[in-house]
C-alpha cells in the first residue's frame, strides 16, 4: 500500500489523446489563473513524454493563454534525462519548444535542471534540492507546487521512479538516477516526497499499452514500490486525466 494521506484520486476520462491534451489544457490554465489570483504566482511542475508535451501545445495554442500572466509562474520539472543542453530527449527541451519559448516567462522563474557537464549528476541533483528548498517557505524542503504533472510509463514510473528501483525509497528532495530501465540511463528526479508536496497532482496518461499500469496503481492494492504511479498524490487533489484507451482495463 501507498500509505495515501490525501484525498481519493478522481478519474476523468476523455475520448482520445487530442481531447485529452486539450482538457489538460484547459485545466491548468484554470488552476495557474487562480492560483494567480489567491497568492499572487503560480508554480507548476512538468513532465516529459508523449501527453505531456501534447498539453503543453495544447496551452500554447489555447485561445485562454493570456489568461494567465506567465511572468509570474514558476516552472519546475519532475525529473530530467541527464543529458546536453539543448538536446532533444531532454524534458526542458520539450516544454521550450512546445510552450516556454513562445511565452513572456520570467527566465528566474524557470527551474531548469542542469545539464550534462563535468561536474556531474550528483551535483546537478545537490543544485536541484538548494534551488528547491530556496524557493520553499517556512524551512520546508520543496514549495507546495500549485499543480504537478506527471507522466506514467507503461511500467507505471512517474518522474524517474522506476519500479523495484532505488529511487522509490530515495528520501532527498531530488537525487541522481542511475541505471535507469527506459533510457537515457543517468536521469536527475524528484522524490515521493517532493512530488507530494505539491497541491495537485495530475496524472496524464493516454494509450492502451498502459491500461494495465493505470488499472494497478488505482487499484489501492499496488505498493508506490512495486507500482511508482500508486504513490503520487497531492496534498489537495490528485486527479488521473485519462483516454479512453488508458482507461480501458478500470473497473466499469
Ligand atoms: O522518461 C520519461 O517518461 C515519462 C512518460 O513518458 P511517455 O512517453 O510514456 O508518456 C515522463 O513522464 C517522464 O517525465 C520522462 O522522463
Given amino acids: 500500500m ?17 481531447v485529452l491534451a486539450a482538457a489538460i489544457a484547459a485545466r491548468l490554465l484554470t488552476a495557474l489563473a487562480d492560483a494567480q489570483a489567491l497568492r499572487g504566482t503560480a508554480s507548476v511542475v512538468l513532465t516529459g513524454g508523449g501527453i505531456g508535451l501534447g498539453a503543453l501545445r495544447a496551452v500554447a ?6 489568461a494567465v500572466d506567465w511572468s509570474r509562474v514558476d516552472f519546475w520539472w519532475g525529473d530530467e534525462r541527464y543529458l546536453p543542453d539543448g538536446d532533444p530527449e531532454r524534458n526542458e527541451t520539450g516544454a521550450r519548444s512546445a510552450l516556454l519559448d513562445r511565452l513572456p516567462v520570467d527566465p528566474a522563474r524557470v527551474h531548469a535542471v542542469a545539464a550534462e557537464s563535468p561536474d556531474g549528476p550528483e551535483v546537478a541533483a545537490e543544485a536541484y534540492v538548494a534551488e528547491l528548498a530556496a524557493a520553499a517557505a517556512d524551512g520546508a524542503a520543496a514549495p507546495a507546487f500549485d499543480v504537478c504533472l506527471l507522466g506514467v510509463g507503461p511500467d507505471s514510473h512517474v518522474a524517474s521512479l522506476f519500479p523495484e528501483h532505488p529511487g522509490t525509497q530515495d528520501t532527498r528532495p531530488a537525487f541522481a538516477v542511475h541505471g535507469s ?20 497532482v495530475w496524472l496524464l496518461v493516454a494509450g492502451a499499452e498502459k491500461a494495465d499500469a493505470v488499472a494497478l496503481a488505482l487499484s489501492g492494492e499496488a505498493g508506490e514500490r512495486q507500482v511508482p504511479a500508486a504513490g503520487a ?19 466499469a
Fill in 2 to 18: 501507498s500509505g495515501r494521506t490525501s484525498p481519493a484520486p478522481s478519474v476523468v476520462v476523455a475520448p482520445d489523446k487530442d
Fill in 61 to 66: 495554442e489555447s485561445p485562454a493563454l493570456g
Fill in 181 to 200: 530501465p527506459k533510457p537515457p540511463p543517468t536521469r536527475i528526479s524528484l522524490s515521493f516526497d517532493t512530488l507530494r508536496s505539491a497541491r495537485e
Fill in 233 to 251: 498524490y497531492g496534498t489537495e487533489r490528485t486527479l488521473w486525466l485519462l483516454d479512453r484507451a488508458a482507461a480501458g482495463k478500470l473497473p
